[in-house]
């Protein structure tokens, strides 16, 4: 009768105390999608998970800096795109304006360019959209090569666990010598 009070009050003890009885999941295979990495279940893996599968060393000299580098790439695409927009358009609308004043004024687009180098505001907004338009489109190159850098960096990190981490199989099969067990791995 002791043993079985022992066993009782251990099994009691070991019920209440907040022990979880569910096992950590670990994804056999990771996938690299918009800048995340994404277990095989097709969820985003937080970044404490990806630290702990990878390792310490692989995520902060790798995983961090790619996160970062996807992230800015996307950042300088989209500014690198409004600003070019933006400054298209302005060019746009100082030489439409000059050439409308330029109609009204004497009827035609006879001697149109030499009047346009002469005229200061409009040459001016033409020169200031052009050089946002060259900035933001040097901004949205310098965006894509961070997003492609970051995402390469990604893949190969994904690329990396699941190489170390491929299943096991015995199968019955055909082998180089013959009919026999083939392990794959």
Known sequence: MNQLLTKTLVFAVLLFAGFSAHAQYVPRTIEQERGRLLDDRGEVMPD?????????????ETYVGARKQYKAGKVLITTGLIGAGAGLAVTGVSLGVFIS?????????????DSFTGATE?????Y???TLASVSSGAFVMGLIFKTV????????????NDGNRPV??????????TGLVLHF
């Open 169 to 178: 199989a015995l199968s019955l099969g055909q082998g180089r010598y013959g």
């Open 48 to 60: 404490y998970m990806v630290q702990r599968l990878v390792g310490d060393e692989i995520y902060n």
């Open 101 to 113: 004043d330029y109609i009204d004024m004497f009827g035609s687009t006879e001697d149109i360019w």
């Open 128 to 130: 200031r959209g052009l």
């Open 150 to 161: 970051g995402w390469r960096r990604l893949e190969w990190i994904a690329g990396n666990y």
């Open 122 to 126: 409009s040459v001016g907004w033409f």
